[in-house]
């Protein structure tokens, strides 16, 4: 019985199959039944001698098993029904083969040798009416060659959609990538410009700061020279002032109101050295400041240096990813079309 799709009918009509074909069949399923063993044993015997069949058995099934599943698929042959679940069945069964990486070419010719195999022993068990079984059994063999193919080209098909769809995500994400590392390049160029920049800045300002200390420590060695003229005046008039004091007290009382006189050149002269040493002792702080200044400047200035080094590592760095930005996106509009 045939009942099946109008399209399927078509089809079924034009591989010759008819349901006078079904009915013989399907009386010829005690022979079928008896032959199955010796068919499937010899089917299988012949498929133990091609390695790649055997390499893929072995990794999916064993022979026993395959052999009871052959038996069930020859006595199916005589169910006398092709339906929806037969073909459904049909193109399962070629699903399973495809993606096990079973190719075409074994499978087609595996027909033939079942029809090579199994036309001498019909013959042999129905002498009478073999040729007319044999003639019904290839119609249905070369109709299920039919759904196989069918069955691998919806494989093909949905792998051609995974791999698509994989495409088009894979595009998706680099063009999301491309997208972020160009907004990447952009502040990182201003980001290596503005660290180039403040480098260049930060190493003219130490370079002045250096300039400025410089300038100072030259205007305090002029005060230190000035302090020693003043040690020199302070130590001239403390002498001047104790001769004075010395005639002073020679003269008696004509040379008390000069005693007075040299008196105040001493405290001068006193008060003079006071302000001198306080003075040398704020020279020598502010020279040991000045000392602490530019070591840290001058470690400044070697950082604002390494850092101006970096800035160009940095810009180096940046145009190439620009330039692996632009090729991705090169690479991306050609497969995009």
Do not use: C
Not at 36 to 65: C, G, N, W
Not at 154 to 170: P, S, V
Not at 298 to 322: K, P, W
């Amino acid at each position: 019985m045939i009942n099946v799709s109008a399209q399927r009918k078509v089809q079924i009509e034009y591989t010759g199959i008819t349901e006078e074909d079904l009915r013989l069949l399907a009386a010829s399923r005690p022979i079928f039944e008896q032959l199955a063993d010796v068919v499937v044993d010899r089917l299988y015997a012949h498929i133990q001698k091609q390695p790649y069949l055997m390499s893929i058995i072995e990794r999916f099934s064993t022979i026993e098993r395959l052999k009871e599943t052959q038996k069930e698929y020859w006595l199916s042959i005589t169910s006398g029904v092709i339906d929806d679940a037969f073909i459904e069945n049909r193109i399962r069964v070629g699903l399973i083969h495809s993606r096990i990486g079973l190719t075409t070419d074994w499978y087609l010719g595996t027909y033939m040798i079942y029809l090579d195999i199994a036309t001498p022993a019909l013959e042999a068990a129905s002498p009478d009416r073999w040729r007319s079984i044999v003639h019904a059994l290839s119609k249905m063999f070369n109709f299920d060659s039919q759904l196989v193919l069918e069955a691998y080209l919806q494989q093909e098909q949905q792998q051609l959609k995974e791999l698509a769809d994989t495409r088009k995500q894979l595009l998706g994400t680099i063009t999301q990538t491309v997208q972020e590392l160009a907004g990447m390049v952009v502040e990182l160029d201003e980001g290596a410009q503005t660290i180039a920049e403040t480098a260049v800045s930060t190493s003219q300002a130490q370079d002045k700061t250096n300039q400025l200390l410089s300038d100072l420590r030259e205007n305090i060695e002029g005060i230190t020279e000035m302090g020693e003229l003043i040690r020199d005046i302070s130590d001239q008039t403390h002498l001047l002032g104790l001769n004075a004091a010395i005639e002073a007290a020679r003269a008696g009382e004509q040379g008390r109101g000069f005693e007075v006189v040299a008196n105040e050149v001493r405290k001068l002269a006193g008060s003079s050295r006071e302000a001198l040493e306080r003075i040398e002792s704020r020279l020598a702080e502010i020279e040991a400041k000045i000392a602490e200044v530019r070591k840290e400047s001058e470690a400044t200035t070697e950082m604002a240096d390494r850092q101006a080094a970096r800035s160009q590592e940095l810009a180096a760095y940046v145009q190439m990813i620009e330039k692996i930005t632009k090729e991705l996106q090169k690479w991306i509009d050609l497969t995009s079309d």
